[in-house]
């Protein structure tokens, strides 16, 4: 067997017989990685509480066949400001289960790895009302599948554009329009997120706006995933 070295993000965990546990992470290096974490379910477990969702560890693993094998762990960054706010771990949650859904074992995607670091340290900082739905648009970019948004899909129209729907591929003018309306001020903020202006966008307060880019960019990432975010639609005690 070879042993390797890297940097991951836990994404989830599932418990493994008595005492192990199967961590799924996205490593920097080698995409998703899953890996058999040998008695860490013990009191007296040489990686404690380190391998826990959230976690930005850093890994040496044994390469297996199907399950690697984590032979050492450590700790870059807890992010404790994000676990102990209720309200702050439900929005990282809902990353890691985009990540989770979108990050391939054995492919490595350094730029969604980052994208979620720097999401998480963002987060840790400040709760921002516009992070998620920021996170989740610049991610459909990275996919290959950002929303049109300068002019209409269906028809070029370059002004009254006023619905929102991602199977059409973005912004519609009202002749056109189907799916989801869309405010000018939400097509503004929009037009911001994917063009340059996020940390901007990122300054946002909570609000009606807020609401809606992050509905708009819930449904877009359910679309492109074929399948809803248990994390947004379901009570974080569930
Ligand atoms: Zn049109």
Same mark, same amino acid.
């Given at each position: 067997?070879?042993?390797?070295?890297?940097?991951?993000?836990?994404?989830?965990?599932?418990?493994?017989?008595?005492?192990?546990?199967?961590?799924?992470?996205?490593? %920097? &290096?080698? &995409?998703?990685?899953?890996?058999?974490?040998?008695?860490?379910? %013990?009191?007296?477990?040489? $990686?404690?509480? %380190?391998?826990?969702?959230?976690?930005?560890?850093?890994?040496? @693993?044994?390469?297996? =066949?199907? /399950?690697?094998?984590?032979?050492?762990? *450590?700790?870059?960054?807890? $992010?404790?400001?994000?676990?102990?706010?209720? !309200? =702050?771990?439900?929005?990282?949650?809902?990353? /890691?289960?985009?990540?989770?859904?979108? +990050?391939?074992?054995?492919?490595?995607?350094?730029?969604?790895?980052?994208?979620?670091? !720097?999401?998480?340290?963002?987060?840790?900082?400040?709760?921002?009302?516009?992070?998620?739905?920021? $996170?989740?648009?610049?991610?459909?970019?990275?996919?290959?599948?950002?929303?049109?948004?300068?002019?209409?899909?269906? @028809?070029?129209?370059?002004?009254?554009?006023?619905? $929102?729907?991602?199977? *059409? &591929?973005?912004?519609?003018?009202?002749? @056109?329009?189907?799916? =989801?309306?869309?405010?000018? *001020?939400? /097509?503004?903020?929009? =037009?911001?997120?994917? !063009? &340059?202006?996020?940390?901007?966008? /990122?300054?946002?307060?909570?609000?009606?706006? +807020?609401?809606?880019?992050? *509905?708009?960019?819930?449904?877009?990432?359910?679309?492109?995933?074929?399948?809803?975010?248990?994390?947004?639609?379901?009570?974080?005690?569930?």
């Amino acid at each position: 067997m070879s042993i390797y070295r890297d940097d991951g993000i836990v994404l989830r965990t599932h418990k493994l017989g008595e005492a192990d546990r199967i961590v799924t992470l996205m490593t %920097r &290096g080698r &995409g998703k990685v899953r890996a058999v974490a040998k008695g860490v379910r %013990r009191t007296r477990s040489k $990686f404690g509480a %380190r391998l826990e969702p959230l976690s930005h560890v850093t890994m040496m @693993c044994w390469q297996g =066949r199907e /399950l690697d094998i984590v032979n050492q762990a *450590e700790v870059l960054e807890t $992010f404790r400001g994000v676990r102990e706010d209720l !309200g =702050r771990v439900t929005k990282a949650y809902t990353l /890691l289960e985009v990540v989770d859904q979108l +990050a391939q074992e054995g492919h490595a995607n350094p730029r969604l790895y980052e994208m979620v670091l !720097g999401a998480l340290r963002a987060l840790e900082e400040e709760d921002s009302p516009l992070l998620v739905p920021a $996170f989740l648009l610049k991610v459909l970019a990275l996919e290959g599948s950002a929303p049109t948004v300068d002019v209409c899909v269906s @028809c070029a129209a370059p002004d009254d554009l006023v619905a $929102f729907d991602l199977t *059409e &591929g973005g912004v519609l003018c009202r002749s @056109c329009r189907r799916g =989801r309306s869309l405010s000018p *001020e939400g /097509l503004e903020l929009l =037009r911001r997120i994917l !063009g &340059g202006g996020l940390a901007s966008a /990122l300054r946002e307060p909570a609000g009606t706006l +807020a609401d809606e880019l992050t *509905e708009l960019a819930t449904e877009a990432t359910e679309v492109h995933l074929e399948r809803r975010l248990r994390t947004v639609h379901s009570s974080p005690t569930d």
